[in-house]
């Protein structure tokens, strides 16, 4: 394999090598990728380039034996002797602790349950009582809809003023008004740009005042290191249907320390988080553990379906995720700078390996047009408003060859403009 097309003589034995010089370094580097392997764990159609794993994460091949033995037998023939038989009600401890294990969080300190909004609206307003009499709740302007929409809500229910401001403007803003601070609330990694944040720095910057952080981890959890309980955090959520490949609406989850679960005051107090649930009494007692952030009945079906997911994980290495992650990641960065930046097209991610996530944003003209029409040909990414197209690189399952044939259908698509015809621009309900 060479880097650029070279001269051959008539009778040479192999044919001319005129190959891209970009497909052969992803060519090269599928060669001496470690991970290759991991992607026989998954259902995915070989004519499709999955770039929206960030989003849903492909079906992993343990979840449809796992979900059928739930539902044939431990269901069917089981029925409710299940809760006890199968200890469906400790799932969601057990799944939690599997989660643990993904942020950097010993046992005991994560149940897995209800939806990711749900989740924030626990962990800002129980944050946010840690400090009382503390009158402000900090979050990202550029959060995700829900966690901005959750921030105020906390903020009219307990009477707090909601300040948004980018995480670089964190210190300068505690400087000032750091002892009104009741708690800090952002996202680890951009939803929209890819930026990644610095935990720890962060974490400690709002600590110093005496403020509550609050992390949402659904861009990071699968994809890079997180370490929640070296970086002291307080309180985190995240969802399991992007890199953790749950499902469609599989289960959120909440972390809460260890050192806050005795004083942590949660505002939904569902029978699940009872200290004696089946006592069955009027009032509540929390849980002293970590059940306690048990809501309601737990989704079984969509829990079990996630606890088979992250087998997928079964023996790989965070790190080694992060290193291929950010190979693919810079591979994509090069391709636009090389190949796309004549079409308008701007890279928004952070070209600083430190400072992504595990996804490229591309802000270009007709971003929406593009992104269906790159859907038609077998290339699914998605689009953000106003302008973006955001792709994803799950490093359990691509493989930079199809990473780079994505690409170039994006740049051919780019160049002959097929993104124009109207029937592109009809917006579906989902984007
Ligand atoms: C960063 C972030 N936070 C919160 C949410 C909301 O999650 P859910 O719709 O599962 O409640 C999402 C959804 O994509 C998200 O990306």
Known sequence: MTDSPTATTPDAAEPPDLEDPLLAAARQADADDELAGLRERFELPDDIVYLDGNSLGPLPKAVLPAVTDLVRR??????????????????????????????????????????????????????????????????????????QYLADSVGRLLGLQVIRLHPSELAAFLAEHGAQVAAVS??????????????AELTRTAHACGAVMVWDLCHAIGALPVALDEVQADLAVGCSYKYLNGGPGSPAFIYIAHRHQRQVELPLTGWNGHREPFGLNSSYVPAESIEQARIGTPTLLSMVALQAALSAFDGVSIARLRAKSL?????????????????????????????????????????????????????????????????????????????????????????????????????????
Do not use: K
Not at 105 to 120: K, M
Not at 374 to 389: K, T, W, Y
């Open 327 to 431: 190979a693919l990641t810079q591979q994509v960065i090069d391709f636009a700078d090389q190949r796309l930046a004549r079409f308008g097209v701007e890279v928004v991610t952070p070209r600083q390996p430190g400072l992504r996530g595990s996804q490229v944003s591309l802000r270009m003209p007709e971003a929406y047009s593009v992104c269906q029409a790159l859907i038609e040909r077998g290339v699914i990414g998605d689009f953000r408003a106003p302008d973006l197209l955001r792709l994803g690189f799950p490093p359990m399952y691509l493989s930079f060859t199809e990473v780079h044939r994505g690409m170039q259908v994006l740049a051919e698509i780019l160049a002959d403009g097929s993104y124009r015809e109207p029937r592109f621009a009809r917006r579906a309900a989902v984007t």
């Open 74 to 147: 431990q269901w069917g023939q089981d029925l409710i002797t299940s809760w006890n038989v199968h200890d469906w009600w400790g799932l969601p401890r057990r799944v939690g602790d599997q989660l643990a294990g993904l942020i950097g969080a010993a046992p005991g300190q994560v149940v897995c349950g209800d939806s990711t909004s749900v989740q924030l609206f626990q962990a800002m307003v129980a944050a946010c009582r840690l400090r009382p009499g503390r009158s402000m709740l900090l979050t990202d302007g550029a959060n995700f809809p829900s966690d």
């Open 186 to 199: 952002f996202s680890l990694v951009d939803y929209r740009t890819g930026e990644l944040f610095d935990a």
